[in-house]
């Protein structure tokens, strides 16, 4: 029977704004630094991704925010029953971003926002005993988005823009457990998509009814990313009419849903050195029922992957404190919930709920500049879990163990105010 399950052709994609299949979030290092924490926080342009509404409350005629992260993750998996223990090769990804935005007039403000919120890579050893569901996969991702802000009143602002996405997507795994060409290779397909474009939007509001005290609200549309004519390409599959496919290279399509989000929170200031903020994230990832692949060949089915994510929350803290003039702390924690549900849980994206632990600094270097680095601890809870809906030879195959996880994340970055 020639049906197979490239359940993970374009896995990443399905997880917006997360990096290397885990939900970590490096849009900015002061916000960084705080948990993450930055709908109701008013300090860079690090507003043009968290809420845009907030650009026209800047001083400054000219704000600029840029850095890096590097994304540093390990993932663990062992069966007890089998004996069988995997470890995901060490790679550092390095997401970027960078903002802008620019006061027209006292109640308008234009932006840009460019980031990569992917920009990381998994690779399991080849042949693991998980390898027909992936060996490794390499994701670049780009979002860009102009921006406006206007304040309707003192206290009231709304802000937003259109979002386009750039990205391409790289991804390998064997095409069973068991197939191997005439020298005992083991059968492998590479998927390859560029060009894979869209459009979405955000819209944005921030209330502050007093100096010290805001309130914000951010909202990201779901993003339709569909992948037509790409590449998979079959690798030492024998000479066979058994063979399931044969080597070469044929063309695919997948749509899928980038979930829609939403981000409520508020920051506070007191005793004139500290700055209290939290974060309310719900995103929206119930829409994310299945991973359906069109295959061209009219001899290959198309293939149909359950995933059945359910719509989860992220809880983030920040606190900041004014240590110097020129010298302002950090620190933060967050709590994000796994979309993924029991008998759906797929190495592709190894993540459980996770806890991050934060802190970092800026360091006015003039009046105008100033460093900003943060650092992130990520400790994913350990979790026993399976992959239920894997198709061969017409019958679901379950793979389980227990994954451990965590990742570090150091950043740094720059902030001009002109």
Avoid at 281 to 293: K, Q
Wanted: glycine share 8%; hydrophobic share 40%.
């Amino acid at each position: 029977m020639k049906k197979f399950s490239l359940v993970a052709i374009l896995m990443f994609f399905a997880a917006a704004s997360y990096a290397g299949g885990y939900r970590v979030s490096t849009q900015g290092q002061r916000a960084l630094a705080m948990g993450h924490s930055g709908v109701a926080v008013v300090n860079s342009a690090e507003l043009a991704f968290f809420n845009p509404a907030g650009l026209v409350y800047l001083e400054n005629k000219l704000n600029i925010s840029a850095g890096v992260t590097g994304v540093i993750s390990n993932v663990k998996w062992q069966n007890e029953m089998t004996g069988g223990y995997a470890e995901t090769e060490k790679s550092i990804g390095t997401p970027f971003y960078l903002y802008a935005s620019y006061a027209v007039t006292e109640n308008l403000a234009l932006g840009l926002s460019v980031y990569t919120p992917y920009g990381s890579s998994v690779e399991w050893p080849t042949d693991w005993a998980g390898s027909h569901l992936i060996n490794n996969i390499d994701l670049q991702a780009i979002y860009i988005q102009p921006l406006v802000s206007f304040k309707l009143s003192e206290y009231f602002s709304v802000g937003g823009g259109p979002i386009y996405v750039t990205g391409a997507v790289n991804f390998n795994r064997n095409i069973n457990r068991t197939l191997t060409d005439e020298q005992g290779v083991r059968s492998n397909v590479e998927v390859d998509a560029s060009g894979v474009n869209a459009w979405g939007w955000s819209a944005s509001a921030m209330f502050s009814p007093t100096e010290n005290f805001r309130i914000g609200f951010n909202y990201r549309s779901e993003i339709i990313l569909e992948a037509e004519n790409g590449d998979a390409t079959f690798n030492n599959v024998p000479n066979s009419p058994l063979a399931p496919v044969s080597s070469g290279t044929v063309a695919f399509d997948a749509e899928l849903p980038m979930p829609a989000e939403l981000t409520v929170g508020m920051s506070y200031q007191f005793c004139d050195k500290w700055l209290f903020a939290f974060d309310f994230n719900r995103t929206f990832w119930g829409v994310y029922e299945s991973l359906d692949i069109d295959f061209a060949p009219e001899n290959i089915p198309d293939s149909f992957n359950p995933r059945n994510y359910k719509n989860s929350s992220t809880y983030r803290f920040g606190l900041q404190y004014a240590a110097l003039d020129k010298l302002d702390l950090r620190l933060g924690y967050y709590f994000d919930e796994s979309p993924v549900q029991s008998g759906y849980f797929a190495p592709e994206t190894p993540r459980n709920d996770s806890h991050g632990y934060t802190g970092g600094f800026s360091y006015q270097i003039t009046p105008k500049i100033a460093v900003d680095a943060s650092f992130v601890y990520l400790r994913f809870e350990e979790v026993n879990e399976s992959y239920d809906h894997y198709q061969e030879n017409g019958q679901e195959v379950s793979f389980g163990g227990t994954y451990k996880s965590n990742a570090f994340l150091p950043g740094l970055g720059v902030t001009v105010k002109l």
